[in-house]
């Protein structure tokens, strides 16, 4: 059984950085494709950025935070990073990381993902 869990969300100011952790469990963390997807209330959720495994590791992000934010991971301590800044109001929405054991190259879309985390909220202020 793979467990992943985020931390992180906050509420914060538009404008402001806030770095999100997801800690994964269970199984071969540095096998796995990473992503981070977000859902705003009302909304579909959305691909947010994904990194590919430290052998060949690549990263993206989604059109809506690219050069905003940046998504990186520590294998040593099986955590998966998104680090975002210059946040506004329209980022507020609960923040999923996702992990992929097998690998076929849609990282934006979520059928890519069989693990998935309960999720942090972030709410930005205007």
């Known amino acids: 059984q793979v467990w992943l869990l985020e931390s992180g969300g906050a509420l914060v100011k538009a404008g402001a950085s806030l770095t999100l952790s997801c800690v994964v469990s269970?199984?071969?963390?540095?096998?796995?494709?990473m992503g981070w997807f977000r859902q705003a209330p009302g909304k579909e959720r959305e691909f947010v950025a994904a990194?590919?495994?430290?052998?060949?590791?690549?990263?993206y992000t989604g059109d809506s935070v690219k050069g905003r934010f940046r998504i990186s991971r520590d294998n040593s301590k099986n955590t998966v990073y998104l680090h975002m800044n210059a946040l506004k109001p329209e980022d507020t929405a609960i923040y999923y990381c996702?992990?992929?054991?097998?690998?076929?190259?849609?990282?934006?879309?979520?059928?890519?993902?069989?693990?998935w985390g309960p999720g942090t909220r972030v709410i930005v202020s205007s």
């Open positions: 996702a992990g992929d054991s097998s690998y076929s190259g849609d990282y934006y879309k979520e059928i890519e993902y069989n693990f």
């Open positions: 269970g199984g071969t963390f540095n096998t796995y494709v």
């Open positions: 990194i590919t495994r430290p052998s060949s590791e690549s990263s």
